[in-house]
C-alpha cells in the first residue's frame, strides 16, 4: 500500500541503519565501534533510456540482469516532448487535452512499456518529468526553440499528466533534468549588450517551473515525493548566454540569494516567491577526479565534495530560498553518476581499472552519508561514439558504462554487485572494512586475508543489514591483501544442486593507517613487517 507523503518522511527521520555486532577471531584484528552514522535507507539505481526506451528487443533481457544484480530503482527520462502532440508547431492541437493523460493525442506506449517492464522485474521506477517540451510549450514559441524558456503551466498540466498515468507504480518524481545545462533549459543567461556581465536566468525559469509542477503532482499522486536540482556538478563563467552555469551559484540564484546568502529583492527576484521541495537530486561527476578528490572550484562540487553541496542546501534553505514541507534539512539523492573511460574517451575518460576502484569508493562515500537516499550508476552500456569535430567534439556521446558499446564487459562489472572499500581511520588506528552484498535481505560475510602461503584466512565475520551492508572497524598492523566471501543462494526454481554457491568480492590491497601526530609531534616510524 502507498504510504503518504507525512509517514513517509517522519519515519525517514527514525531510520537508522543497524549493523550486526561481530566478535574477532585473530589477535592482529581487533573490532572497533562500527560509523556512528550512514545512509539508513541508500538504494542502489540504474539509468540507461537508450536500452530502456529505445532498444525494446533487448531491453527486457538487459532489465532481468538489472534485478540480478540487486538493483532496487531505475531512472526513467519521462520526457515532455517524446509523447506531446505537434511538437513543432507552434500552438498544440485543437481539442488537446494537455492535463488529461487520456487524451488520444498523447503517445504514451515507450514509456508505459519501460515502467511496466521496471515493476514486472521487482525495481522501483524514478520518473525524471523533464523536458525540452514540444515548440508550443515554450513561453515564446515563435522563435522556434523547444527549450527556451518553457511554460510553466503548460508544463504543470504535463506533469499533471504523468501522475495521474503513473501514479499506481512510481513513488518518486524528478523535476526536469540538468536545468543549468543549455542542452536541458535555454537560456542560461541574459547578456546585456554592452555590459561586461550577464544575467543568470535559467535559475527563474526553473524555479517557476517547480513551483507550478510540484503542487500539480501532488494533487494527482498525493503521496509521491516530488524532487527537483538534478544539477550537473560543473559550469563555465558567465560570459555568453547559453554557458552551463555552475551549480552552487545556480541553486542561489534559484534561492534568490547572494554569495554571502542575503536576499536579493530586485530583478527576476522581485516578489519572490521559494519553490517546495521534497527532496533534492544531484549529478556528482568526478570526471576525472576521484571520490577523494575535491574540485577546488568553491561553486562546483562533485562526489568529493558533498560536504560544500550540502552546506550550500542548508545556507540557501536557511535564507528562505526554497522549502520542504516539515521544515526538515532536504534529502539528497544522487539520481546520475558515473565515470567514462579510456577507452574510448582520451579527453574525460579515467583507466578501466580506476573506474572500477573509484564507483566502489564513491558507494561507500555515499553510503557513510546519512543524508544521501539514491545513488544512480550512469549507464549500462557506453553510448557508440559520435564524432562531431576534431579535439573532444571528435568523442561526443557518454561512456560510462559497466559494458563497452561493444557489448564487452568493463572491470567495473565484476564489483558493481558486491562493491568493496577499505578506510583508514587514523584516529583509532584502524581500517574499516565495508561492503554490500547484493540483492539485500541479510547474508553471513567472512572477511578474509591471505596468508602467507596464498591461502585465505577467516579475520572476521559480520553479518549484512537488510539492504546487504555491512562495516567493521578492524585493526591493521601490517599490510595485507583482503576480500570478503559470502554465500549466494539462486532462487528456488534454480537446478538441484546449484542453489547456493560461494561469491568472493575484488581483492584489496590493505596498509595500516597512519599513526596520529600529537601535539604537532611526527610519528614513530612503524617496524617493518
Given at each position: ?5 507525512t ?24 573490532l ?8 539508513p ?49 507552434t ?15 498523447y503517445?504514451?506506449?515507450y514509456?508505459d ?12 521506477p ?12 515554450s513561453?515564446v514559441p515563435?522563435r522556434?526553440?523547444a ?43 541574459d ?15 526553473y524555479r ?24 550537473a556538478p ?5 560570459t ?5 552555469m ?7 540564484a ?8 542575503k536576499r536579493?529583492?530586485t530583478?527576476?527576484?522581485?516578489g ?9 537530486a ?9 571520490p ?10 562533485a562526489?568529493?565534495d ?21 521544515g526538515q ?27 572500477r ?7 561507500y562515500?555515499a553510503w ?21 569535430g ?38 583509532d588506528a584502524?581500517?574499516?572494512f565495508?561492503?554490500?552484498?547484493r ?7 567472512s572477511?578474509?586475508?591471505r596468508?602467507?602461503?596464498?591461502g ?12 546487504g ?16 566471501v559470502y ?11 546449484s ?25 614513530a ?5
Open positions: 500500500m502507498r504510504r503518504a507523503l509517514a513517509r518522511l517522519a519515519a525517514a527521520g527514525r531510520r537508522r541503519r543497524r549493523l550486526a555486532p561481530v566478535a574477532a577471531i585473530l589477535a592482529a584484528a581487533a572497533a565501534p562500527s560509523p556512528a552514522a550512514a545512509a535507507d541508500l538504494q542502489t539505481g540504474i539509468a540507461d533510456d537508450a536500452i530502456l526506451l529505445f532498444s525494446p528487443e533487448r531491453a527486457p533481457s538487459v532489465v532481468a540482469k538489472w534485478q540480478a544484480m540487486g538493483i532496487e530503482v531505475v531512472r526513467i527520462h519521462a520526457r515532455w516532448i517524446a509523447v506531446a502532440p505537434d511538437k513543432a508547431a500552438r498544440p492541437p485543437r481539442g488537446f487535452h494537455a492535463g488529461d493523460h487520456l487524451d488520444p493525442h503517445d504514451w506506449a514509456l512499456r519501460a515502467v511496466d517492464l521496471v515493476k514486472r522485474h521487482g525495481m522501483e524514478i520518473l525524471a518529468v523533464t523536458g525540452s517540451g514540444p515548440v508550443w510549450g513561453r515563435s522556434g526553440n527549450r527556451y524558456k518553457p511554460d510553466p503551466r503548460k508544463f504543470a498540466q504535463f506533469a499533471s499528466a504523468v501522475a495521474h498515468r503513473y501514479g499506481d507504480r512510481v513513488d518518486r518524481y524528478l523535476l526536469w533534468n540538468e536545468p543549468n545545462q543549455p542542452g536541458w533549459l535555454q537560456p542560461q543567461y547578456c546585456p549588450a554592452g555590459s561586461k556581465r550577464c544575467i543568470p536566468v535559467a535559475p527563474h525559469v517557476d517551473l517547480v513551483r507550478a509542477a510540484y503542487p500539480a503532482i501532488h494533487a494527482a499522486d498525493p503521496g509521491a515525493q516530488v524532487i527537483g536540482g538534478t544539477l560543473r559550469g563555465g563563467d558567465p555568453r548566454r547559453n554557458r552551463p555552475r551549480p552552487l551559484a545556480f541553486l542561489r534559484f534561492g534568490c540569494v547572494d554569495e554571502r546568502y536579493v529583492r530583478g527576476a527576484c522581485r519572490f516567491r521559494p519553490a517546495m521541495l521534497d527532496g533534492f544531484y549529478h556528482p561527476h568526478g570526471v576525472l577526479r576521484g577523494g578528490e575535491p574540485n577546488p572550484h568553491r561553486d562546483e562540487a562526489i568529493a558533498l560536504p560544500r553541496l550540502e552546506q550550500t542546501l542548508d545556507a540557501v534553505q536557511d535564507a528562505g530560498g526554497f522549502r520542504t514541507p516539515f534539512r532536504v534529502p539528497l539523492h544522487l539520481t546520475e553518476f558515473g565515470y567514462q573511460t579510456l577507452p574510448p574517451d582520451p579527453y574525460s575518460g579515467v583507466t578501466p581499472a580506476q573506474q576502484d573509484w564507483l566502489q569508493q564513491a558507494a562515500v557513510k552519508d546519512p543524508r544521501i537516499h539514491t545513488l544512480i550508476q550512469y549507464e549500462w552500456q557506453d553510448e557508440p561514439i559520435k564524432s562531431v576534431i579535439g573532444r567534439k571528435a568523442y561526443a556521446g557518454w561512456q560510462s558504462g559497466l559494458l563497452y558499446a561493444d557489448g564487452r564487459a568493463k572491470p567495473a562489472l565484476s564489483v558493481f554487485r558486491n562493491p568493496f572499500w577499505t578506510d583508514p581511520q587514523p584516529d584502524t581500517v574499516r565495508w561492503g554490500q552484498v540483492p539485500g535481505l541479510g547474508h553471513d560475510v572477511i578474509q586475508r596468508g602467507p602461503s596464498g585465505w584466512v577467516p579475520v572476521q565475520r559480520v553479518s549484512t543489514d537488510a539492504s551492508y555491512f562495516s567493521a572497524d578492524l585493526a591493521v598492523t601490517s599490510p595485507g591483501s583482503y576480500r570478503y554465500q549466494d543462494v539462486a532462487p528456488a526454481s534454480a537446478a538441484r544442486g542453489r547456493a554457491r560461494t561469491i568472493a568480492s575484488a581483492v584489496r590491497r590493505v596498509a595500516p593507517p597512519p599513526a596520529p601526530v600529537l601535539d604537532g609531534a611526527a610519528p616510524p612503524r617496524d617493518p613487517a
